[in-house]
């Protein structure tokens, strides 16, 4: 029965100095795209929450804003003037 072993596969295969160094240099790009993929998602979610925080705060602020500067309803007018002339 043939079984694949990986630690004798290394063994019959010589790896030369120059192979080891482009594998480190790969993994390290590979380490480093990831972590940059990671920061900048990271940090596109941060800045989008504070934006759309603050739109939030502000469409608020401008509904606010409009409703105060609507016209009283008169029934509530009626209201006041009858406990007024009570």
Known sequence: MAS???SKYLKKRKITLRQE???ALLIVIFVGFISS???STNSAKSYFSTQLY???VDN???LALMISQLDKDPVEDIKKALLINQ
């Open 21 to 23: 160094l482009w594998i």
């Open 60 to 62: 608020a602020s401008s």
């Open 4 to 6: 694949f072993s990986l």
């Open 37 to 39: 993929v990671l920061i």
């Open 54 to 56: 603050l739109k939030n």
